[in-house]
């Protein structure tokens, strides 16, 4: 069975930096695809950054030019550099993994860890 662990969740400083990790552990963990989404009370789970198997990343403009995801796919392991860090991105964070479907390649994700807490105060 697959897991996944997130780590790194923390209270920072607005304009401060943070770096989250994600943890994947079991058999096949050849993800074509991995993402960070984040949840605020209130709110729908967003997706922040996905980086597809080749190390393709994507972002939501709120947090271009800040944030870099990145994985490590011998070590089985997701970052996300968190940087300039605004109130607004204070949320739960979200390690996922799926792969896309069909011939418009929707990404599917399927697999989720517990999520760790992100708080950034004024």
């Known amino acids: 069975q697959v897991h996944l662990v997130e780590s790194g969740g923390a209270l920072v400083q607005a304009g401060g930096s943070l770096t989250l990790s994600c943890a994947a552990s079991g058999n096949d963990l050849s993800f074509e695809l991995m993402a960070w989404f984040r949840q605020s009370p209130g709110t729908r789970r967003e997706v922040v950054a996905d980086i597809t198997y080749n190390g393709k990343a994507t972002y939501t403009d709120s947090v271009k030019e800040r944030f870099t995801i990145s994985r490590d796919n011998a070590k089985k392991t997701m970052e996300l550099q968190m940087t300039e860090l605004k109130r607004e991105d204070s949320g739960v964070y979200y390690c996922?993994?799926?792969?896309?479907?069909?011939?418009?390649?929707?990404?599917?994700?399927?697999?989720w860890g517990q999520g760790t807490q992100v708080t950034v105060s004024a």
């Open positions: 996922a993994a799926g792969q896309f479907f069909g011939h418009d390649r929707i990404p599917k994700y399927d697999l």
